[in-house]
């Protein structure tokens, strides 16, 4: 069975999820979910919007099959720092 999410642990983040899925406009996607001290969940998508969409999904399984802890945990400071530049 092909794997549809990763997850990693973070000491900082805790854990780290990374899911395969569509969006609401049906493009195949890579998102990125945490939830970071004092907020909700987030974190970035990637959609592909490519006309193909085996070929979208080609991209979707590369970019899924790429991501490790150290680059998931740093889309997290990332996230997590311009977040709250919004709020405080």
Do not use: R
Request: proline share 3%; with cysteine; charged share 30%.
């Amino acid at each position: 069975m092909e794997k549809f999410c990763k997850i990693f642990e973070s000491e900082e983040y805790g854990q780290i999820l990374v899911i395969k899925d569509t969006n609401e406009k049906h493009q195949p996607q890579v998102s990125v979910k945490f939830i970071p001290q004092g907020l909700g969940v987030c974190g970035p998508d990637f959609a592909f919007s490519d006309e193909d969409e085996d070929l979208a999904w080609e991209k979707v399984d590369k970019l899924f099959d790429s991501l490790e802890f150290e680059q998931v945990e740093s889309l997290a400071e990332e996230t997590t720092h311009m977040a709250l530049g919004f709020v405080n």
